[in-house]
């Protein structure tokens, strides 16, 4: 706003087919990503998508999230979960993002090791999930 005010021109703000602007569209997309997408309503489906459009980071880091929250809530032997939680670490790990890598680290070496499975996939999934 500030360059168009500078040349002199009038700034037109984007308005995407749900009516929101950009910045609407980042104000009320925060609590959709804090749930599972089976719970969105029709809007918040329109909204996310036009997010993920925008921002593709953001679409595939929620997917990520998604993937442990699918773990947790689908696996009933720890076994299984625990390898399934292996596979998840290592693609987190493989698609770059430094910010889940960093709090997963942070928080197997605040346990000193992992000795109970389930309250480890329970407390990943609190915090990520």
């Given at each position: ?81 625990f390898t399934k939680l292996a ?6 790990k493989n698609s770059g993002f ?32």
């Amino acid at each position: 706003m500030k360059k168009q005010k500078k040349k002199g021109l009038t700034y037109v703000l984007e308005i995407f087919e749900n009516g929101d602007t950009l910045k609407q569209v980042l104000a009320r997309s925060r609590y959709l990503l804090f749930k599972h997408y089976s719970k969105w309503t029709e809007k918040q489906k329109l909204r996310a998508q036009i997010l993920f459009d925008k921002y593709p980071k953001i679409h595939e880091s929620y997917k990520l999230s998604m993937e442990l929250y699918n773990i947790y809530q689908n696996t009933k032997d720890k076994w299984i979960a625990f390898t399934k939680l292996a596979q998840w670490y290592r693609t987190v790990k493989n698609s770059g993002f430094k910010t889940f890598n960093a709090k997963i680290k942070g928080f197997r070496i605040q346990f000193r090791g992992v000795r109970d499975v389930n309250y480890f996939l329970f407390r990943l999934e609190k915090i990520f999930a």
